[in-house]
């Protein structure tokens, strides 16, 4: 399988490759004069993580693996200082590398540690999850948690490069496959709608990464990504789009204790942006049906099981998303399919009557 190379422009432009069997790219992505290389991988990963490893250190590296909890458990202060402990006693200088292995949660740590070590360290991601191909390992945003919520302590710092091994996927649990599929779906509604069509001709064939359009499915959601991100970095303006649906994920994410997966909290929170739309007169019926619709499909969640009552502590979480400007809550709406634009301090009516319609 030919590997296929989507650019990402910027200060420092990168390659994201996609394709299988793709260990040997490494050291041409980490660079040269890197001499030891820390390899962060989750716990349930360790067997892939010691094979990079291996790897790293057959080639001559000074590598090690540093072993840390699965999914969101990962995205904290405290292993983010036990990663920094990890990397000062090996030594760790500003020409050594990191290599995040794994899902969102692990790049978006291994992301954190590098650009808060010594003030910036090269790290090169093998995302093992569709969300990681497809999102969390494009555009260098890095982050943990907070008590107070999700990804409020991060930084901007691009990878050297990306390898999307998509032989990884086979391991991964469909739950975990169809999570990421929610940003895939968010990438055909904000930009590319061809997406979109591909899952509705063939949902089953699309929740598995043996299905017929899998590659075309994530290159096109990568291409998109490349695209935003290599205009706006640092979410000065339309890298906002990407933000679709993450408002009221978010909230839900911290109120489920970060035991939900991301993308299902995204697909509910999609469903939510565009009914907001739609009250607001800027959707029509039919395109926000779409997303119900589409989401159902492939078996992501529409609608959040919490009930009124989880309201008004959702509401309150949603006021410090990163969007939001001073007492005034913005978030990413569709004026039509592809056509991504802002909705800046809505009536709390109308945010409390989209709710209704994704809550039960
Ligand atoms: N930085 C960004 O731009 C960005 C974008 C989107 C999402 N994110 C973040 O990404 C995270 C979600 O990522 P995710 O959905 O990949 O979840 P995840 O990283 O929590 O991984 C999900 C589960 O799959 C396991 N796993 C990973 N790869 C596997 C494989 N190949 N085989 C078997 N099991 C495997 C993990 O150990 C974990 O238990 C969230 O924290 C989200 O905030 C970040
Ligand atoms: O890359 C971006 O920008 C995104 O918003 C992509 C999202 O899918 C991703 O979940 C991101 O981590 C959310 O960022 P945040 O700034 O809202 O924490
Ligand atoms: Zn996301």
Excluded at 31 to 53: D, N
Excluded at 59 to 71: E, F, L, R, V
Excluded at 83 to 112: E, N, Y
């Amino acid at each position: 399988m030919t590997p296929t190379r989507i650019r990402v422009e910027g200060e420092s432009p990168y390659d994201v490759v996609v394709g299988s069997g793709l260990l040997g790219e490494l050291p041409g992505l980490l660079g040269s004069g890197v001499q030891r290389v820390a390899v962060i991988h989750p716990h349930a990963l360790a067997a892939t993580g010691e094979a990079v490893r291996d790897d790293l250190a057959a080639q001559g590296y000074d590598a090690i693996a540093i072993d840390t909890p699965d999914a969101e458990e990962a995205k904290t202060a405290e292993v983010t200082a036990f990663c920094w402990s990890v990397l000062g006693q090996a030594g760790f200088t500003r020409s050594d590398a990191v290599v995040g292995v794994g899902g969102g949660a692990t790049t978006d740590l291994a992301g954190f540690v590098a650009a808060t070590w010594l003030r910036g360290v090269r790290v090169v991601h093998v995302p093992t999850t569709l969300l990681g191909m497809v999102d969390a390992a494009v555009g260098g945003k890095t982050g943990i948690n907070t008590s107070e919520g999700k990804n409020l302590v991060g930084s901007f710092h691009p990878p050297a490069g990306v390898l999307c091994d998509l032989s990884t996927l086979d391991t991964l649990p469909r739950n975990d496959y169809v999570a990421g599929l929610a940003e895939v779906v968010k990438a055909g509604f904000i930009a590319d709608p061809r997406i979109l069509e591909l899952v509705e001709a063939d949902p089953e064939g699309a929740a598995s990464p043996q299905g017929q359009h899998a590659r075309e499915l994530v290159e096109r959601a990568i291409a998109v990504k490349a695209r935003v991100v290599s205009a706006d970095l640092r979410e000065a303006g339309d890298r906002e789009f990407l933000n679709y649906g993450h408002t009221l994920a978010h909230a839900i994410e911290k109120a489920e204790r970060y035991q939900w997966r991301h993308g299902a909290a995204v697909s509910i929170g999609m469903v939510f942006a565009a009914e907001l739309a739609r009250l607001a007169g800027r959707l029509d019926d039919e395109l926000a049906d779409r997303h119900r619709s589409i989401l159902t499909s492939v078996g992501l969640p529409v609608v959040y099981p919490k009930g009124a009552a989880a309201w008004p502590k959702l509401l309150d979480t949603m006021k410090v998303d990163k969007k939001s400007r001073g007492n005034l809550l913005r978030f990413i709406v569709l004026d039509g399919l592809a056509r991504p634009g802002r909705l800046e301090g809505p009536d709390p009516a109308l945010l409390a009557a989209a709710y209704a319609e994704v809550s039960e």
